[in-house]
């Protein structure tokens, strides 16, 4: 069983910065390619961004393009460095991972997840 644990939510001021963490522990975790999904309240759960899991290839949401950024220093432990912060990027952000080198940007393609993290951007 493989966990993610996602850390560094907050609240933060529009135009703001917030960096998210994510570490996964458990069975071997290898070639697992990784993902942020969000989920605004009464919205249903969107794709954010996704990295291959060597980190080579990496995919945005055209909403987060330019101000996001997504990385991994190495197979267990991803970060989403989001800049200029609107109130509309308030929400849950979960860290997801998948049993496949390419990330996807389905949620239902995703295996694990986890429990999510708060992000909330006051205007």
């Known amino acids: 069983q493989v966990q993610l644990v996602e850390s560094g939510g907050g609240l933060v001021q529009a135009g703001g910065s917030l960096r998210l963490s994510c570490a996964a522990s458990?069975?071997?975790?290898?070639?697992?390619?990784m993902g942020w999904f969000r989920q605004a309240p009464g919205k249903e759960r969107e794709f954010v961004a996704g990295?291959?899991?060597?980190?080579?290839?990496t995919y945005y949401a055209d909403s987060v393009k330019g101000r996001f950024t997504i990385s991994r220093t190495n197979t267990k432990n991803m970060y989403l460095q989001m800049n200029s912060l609107k109130p509309d990027d308030t929400g849950v952000y979960y860290c997801?991972?998948?049993?496949?080198?390419?990330?996807?940007?389905?949620?239902?393609?995703?295996?694990?997840w986890g429990q999510g993290t708060q992000v909330t951007v006051s205007s």
């Open positions: 997801a991972a998948r049993d496949d080198s390419r990330p996807s940007l389905v949620g239902g393609q995703y295996d694990y």
């Open positions: 458990g069975r071997t975790f290898s070639r697992n390619a």
């Open positions: 990295i291959s899991w060597t980190g080579g290839f």
